[in-house]
T-cell receptor, first 116, second 120 residues
Framework: SQELEQSPQSLIVQEGKNLTINCTSS?????LYWYKQKYGEGLIFLMM?????EEKSHEKITAKLDEKKQQSSLHITASQPSHAGIYLC????????????????FGSGTQLTVLP | NAGVTQTPKFRVLKTGQSMTLLCAQD?????MYWYRQDPGMGLRLIHY???????AKGEVPDGYNVSRLKKQNFLLGLESAAPSQTSVYFC???????????????????FGAGSRLTVL
């Protein structure tokens, strides 16, 4: 089955600092998705990476997928309190098993706190 | 706004009671999913459906049943609630077909806002 390790589990940073969250898959992926969740709310889609070596940015958040398509990182530059929340990575498997519905496997999440 | 709607948002049950969570999507997605989220464990798949009238078990299906009588709705039922089912439940949906390239956004899994269930 797909294993997805996410680190760190929690992160506390001072406003203005940079930070990185990592996500590692045990298998090659078709796609890697990053979501953000604020307490008590649903998951908001941030970015999707599909190509080896791909990098995408949105405002101050940059996500990268390695060439082997097994590792991804999410980097936040000059963090702000609005960046606080839980970040989850989701893996879309390369090989779809018979009968599956292409469900994503998720990492355990990274709780980010940004101190003003 | 288009998306995934879950009801109710909050519910408190006593052990042994039953209830149904409703998920509705208006994006004409074929695939629908029910996940539960517990601290430190990320999202775990309970059941899923690849189309109207079909359902299948996910990673943690015990104690739950589902039905998909209409394409846009996916119901999650608890016949006899247990404290271990205290959790936040998320419904999600997506297209069936993989799309590569610039239209890859069609692969995105869209989530509802969640339903927080407490079983006493």
């Amino acid at each position: 089955s797909q294993e997805l390790e996410q680190s760190p589990q929690s992160l506390i940073v001072q406003e203005g600092k940079n930070l990185t969250i990592n996500c590692t898959s045990s298998k090659t992926l078709y796609g890697l998705y990053w979501y953000k969740q604020k307490y008590g709310e649903g998951l908001i889609f941030l970015m999707m990476l599909q190509k080896g070596g791909e990098e995408k940015s949105h405002e101050k958040i940059t996500a990268k997928l390695d060439e082997k398509k097994q590792q991804s990182s999410l980097h936040i530059t000059a963090s702000q309190p609005s960046h606080a929340g839980i970040y989850l990575c989701g893996a879309d498997p390369l090989i779809i098993s018979s009968g599956s519905a292409r469900q994503l496997t998720f990492g355990s999440g990274t709780q980010l706190t940004v101190l003003p | 706004n288009a998306g995934v709607t879950q009801t109710p948002k909050f519910r408190v049950l006593k052990t042994g009671q039953s209830m149904t969570l409703l998920c509705a999507q208006d994006m004409n997605h074929e695939y629908m999913y029910w996940y539960r989220q517990d601290p430190g464990m990320g999202l775990r798949l309970i059941h899923y459906s690849v189309g109207e009238g079909t359902t299948a078990k996910g990673e943690v299906p015990d104690g739950y049943n589902v039905s998909r009588l209409k394409k846009q709705n996916f119901l999650l039922g608890l016949e006899s609630a247990a404290p271990s089912q205290t959790s936040v439940y998320f419904c999600a949906s997506r297209n069936a077909r993989r799309v590569a390239g610039p239209s890859g956004g069609a692969n995105v899994l869209t989530f509802g806002a969640g339903s927080r269930l407490t079983v006493l």
